[in-house]
């Protein structure tokens, strides 16, 4: 092994955990175990140009930790929850994503390891309350999901036993780029878009249920897989700064604005069209989400974030051939 502090990434054969062991791996450190289910095909393809020590299943990970049988690992990234905004199992949820964080949590205070966790923007609820990272201001955000919850429950919970001081969580907005391929329903729009472009030749996109709002106009703030990641690693490399910390870029940037940016991005003129909101989604879709920035830059996060332009040129390249 290149590296020899010992890292554990859960979901690290997914999305983002997938990109996070690859900055590990550019930074030299090998000495990896990834926790994520290992019978997908499209997941183990990401993993092939990956070097980590183990690929071990969540079940198995998680028996090892209750029984003290696991080693410990300098830093844990847990970001390997259900990250489902559709999926309406609470009790599910609560073990999953709350109960199974609370626990890992609980492991790396009592070994003196570093926890950054996966939170999600999805606990900003419609964004009424807004989208600063602050933290005395927890009881009063709202999410609109049984997703939401499940991620702002253990923030809650963090919060209430004084431990955001001692770990690091991550309220991560819309991440796209490579490597959404399992995702299905959930992949990013650009992904969605491309597919889209290729089998219709346009793009479909929401209307608007909302006077305020134009068609197309809803907001987002999309940030790049490598961007999130940059922001994910700081806070191993800075374990002296911890808390609650938006990821994204701090601008909103229209659907249409996306649109666009894919079709430029495939040489092609833009052909978007708008279709109707499942009656479901109605009442809990954003319209819009901006992160505030300013306190992981007082933290010390000093670098730049790609553009919608340049992230979703740079996300088509690495795309397998259609």
Known sequence: MSGQD?????????????HLVEALNRRGH???????????????????????????????????????????????????????????????????????????????????????????????????????????????????????????????????????GRIAGLKYFNVYGPREEHKGDMRSVVHKARRQILETGEVRLFKSYRPE?????????????????????????RPDVSGLFNC????????????????AAMGREPNIVFADMPEALRERYQYHTRADMAKLRRAGYDKPFASLEAGVAATLRALPAA
């Not at 229209?254 to 649109?259: G, I, N, S, V």
Request: with cysteine; hydrophobic share 40%; proline share 4%.
């Open 6 to 18: 010992f890292f554990i990434v859960t979901g690290g054969a997914g999305f983002i955990g997938s």
């Open 30 to 164: 090998d000495n990896i175990l990834i926790v994520d289910p290992a019978d997908d095909p499209v997941r183990r393809g990401y993993l092939e140009r990956l070097r980590f020590r183990e690929l071990m299943a969540p079940a198995e990970f998680r028996d090892r930790v209750r029984r003290g049988a696991q080693p410990v690992p300098v830093t844990l990234f847990h970001l390997g929850a259900c990250s489902s905004t559709t999926e309406s199992d609470e009790a599910f949820l609560a073990d999953n994503n709350t109960a199974t964080t609370r626990e890992l949590c609980e492991w790396c205070l009592r070994a003196d390891a570093r926890f950054v966790y996966a939170s999600s923007a999805a606990t900003y609820g419609d964004g009424s309350r807004g989208y600063a990272d602050d933290e005395s201001r927890l009881r009063e955000l709202a999410p609109l999901n049984p997703y939401g919850w499940s991620k702002h429950r253990f923030d809650l919970w963090a919060s209430e036993q004084g431990l955001l």
């Open 213 to 237: 709002w134009a068609d197309g106009r809803q907001e987002r703030d999309f940030i790049h897989v490598d961007d999130a990641v940059d922001v994910t690693l700081f806070f191993h490399e």
């Open 248 to 263: 994204g870029t701090g601008r909103a940037r229209t659907w249409l604005d996306l649109a666009r940016a894919v079709f």
